[in-house]
């Protein structure tokens, strides 16, 4: 008898046991559906101000970095916030250096890159583009009071040391400038910013917005506008959002961005500009 009532209770917490099981596996199951449906995984370098930048606290919209302690904020990020929106999905921000945001996508470790990046023909191969999401000038950032201060042509530069960050076409453009002297290219904006500070460089080519942004960070910083600039292609001074060849989000988020008009566009990079913390 009291064998029986052995086997009978054993049979019982076997039953609960498996439901529970079953239980578990439906909700991982559902909970991977769940995933892949409503987060949208956006990689960008957190370095690039007023495009995007870090900071401590979710102040001026900041959005939480993915496994860290920080808030990524700028414009690449207020442009993530309404195509995630858009989309119905949840924002998450992946911090990744900029020369492995091309491979995160590969690999599916983020969904788009929304990181100041330009649809170039040499990146094109390897993602796809969506429709533009801003468009700028090239610029010269240099010390105020320097010998370039007030340059208005490339050619002013012929002598000068001039660098622009690694795996991008401003690097590329320094060659269009006789004589000049092309550093290293360098691995950040917040790495040429003390480059420039110290005198190791003259200079370093950038976009409107960031030479905006750094000569209002640093009293010590110009931003030189051409008369006679660089030759750019479209493709080289817009902005897009980066995705894996062949994804449907590319359409998707395409009628995101056609809701955003030039004027809204404009009015959050200046308030980027204005929101981007002191010394960035």
Same mark, same amino acid.
């Given at each position: 008898?009291r064998?029986?009532i052995?086997?009978l209770?054993?049979i019982?917490i076997?039953?609960?046991?498996l439901?529970?099981?079953g239980?578990?596996n439906d909700?991982?199951q559902?909970?991977g559906?769940?995933d892949?449906?409503?987060?949208?995984k956006?990689?960008?370098?957190?370095?690039?101000?007023p495009?995007?930048?870090t900071q401590?606290?979710?102040?001026?919209g900041a959005v939480?970095?993915?496994?860290?302690l *920080?808030?990524?904020g700028g414009?690449?990020v207020?442009?993530?916030?309404?195509?995630?929106?858009g989309l119905?999905?949840?924002?998450?921000?992946?911090?990744i250096?900029? #020369?492995?945001?091309l491979?995160?996508?590969?690999?599916?470790i983020?969904d788009?890159?929304?990181?100041g990046?330009?649809?170039?023909a040499?990146r094109?191969?390897?993602?796809? +583009?969506?429709d533009?999401?801003y468009?700028?000038?090239?610029v010269?950032?240099?010390?105020?009071?320097?010998?370039?201060? #007030?340059?208005k042509?490339?050619?002013? +530069?012929?002598?000068?040391k001039i660098?622009?960050?690694?795996?991008?076409?401003?690097?590329?453009v320094?060659?269009?400038? #006789?004589?000049?002297i092309?550093e290293t290219a360098m691995s950040? +904006?917040p790495?040429?910013?003390?480059a420039l500070? !110290?005198g190791?460089?003259?200079g370093?080519?950038?976009?409107?917005?960031?030479g905006?942004?750094? !000569?209002?960070?640093n *009293?010590?910083f110009?931003?030189v506008v051409f008369?006679?600039? +660089?030759?750019a292609?479209?493709? #080289?001074t817009?902005?897009a959002?980066?995705?894996a060849?062949?994804?449907?989000?590319t359409?998707?988020?395409?009628?995101?961005?056609?809701? &955003?008009? *030039?004027?809204?566009r404009q009015? &959050?990079?200046?308030?980027?500009?204005?929101?981007?913390?002191?010394?960035?």
């Amino acid at each position: 008898m009291r064998r029986s009532i052995l086997v009978l209770i054993a049979i019982m917490i076997l039953a609960i046991a498996l439901v529970g099981c079953g239980n578990n596996n439906d909700n991982n199951q559902s909970n991977g559906g769940s995933d892949k449906g409503e987060v949208l995984k956006v990689g960008l370098e957190a370095g690039y101000p007023p495009f995007n930048w870090t900071q401590m606290d979710d102040s001026n919209g900041a959005v939480p970095i993915n496994g860290t302690l *920080e808030y990524a904020g700028g414009y690449d990020v207020e442009i993530a916030k309404r195509i995630a929106e858009g989309l119905g999905r949840e924002l998450v921000i992946e911090k990744i250096e900029w #020369d492995g945001l091309l491979p995160a996508i590969e690999s599916g470790i983020i969904d788009v890159i929304i990181a100041g990046m330009s649809p170039t023909a040499d990146r094109a191969e390897v993602i796809d +583009f969506t429709d533009r999401y801003y468009k700028s000038d090239l610029v010269m950032v240099v010390r105020k009071g320097g010998g370039y201060e #007030d340059a208005k042509s490339i050619h002013d +530069f012929s002598g000068a040391k001039i660098t622009a960050q690694q795996s991008t076409f401003h690097y590329t453009v320094i060659d269009q400038i #006789d004589g000049v002297i092309k550093e290293t290219a360098m691995s950040d +904006f917040p790495a040429m910013r003390v480059a420039l500070e !110290s005198g190791i460089i003259d200079g370093y080519v950038s976009e409107r917005p960031e030479g905006i942004s750094a !000569s209002a960070a640093n *009293e010590n910083f110009v931003m030189v506008v051409f008369e006679d600039g +660089f030759e750019a292609s479209d493709e #080289d001074t817009a902005v897009a959002v980066g995705v894996a060849k062949g994804s449907e989000l590319t359409e998707e988020i395409n009628k995101v961005l056609a809701e &955003i008009s *030039e004027d809204e566009r404009q009015e &959050i990079m200046d308030q980027a500009i204005i929101n981007q913390p002191a010394g960035q």
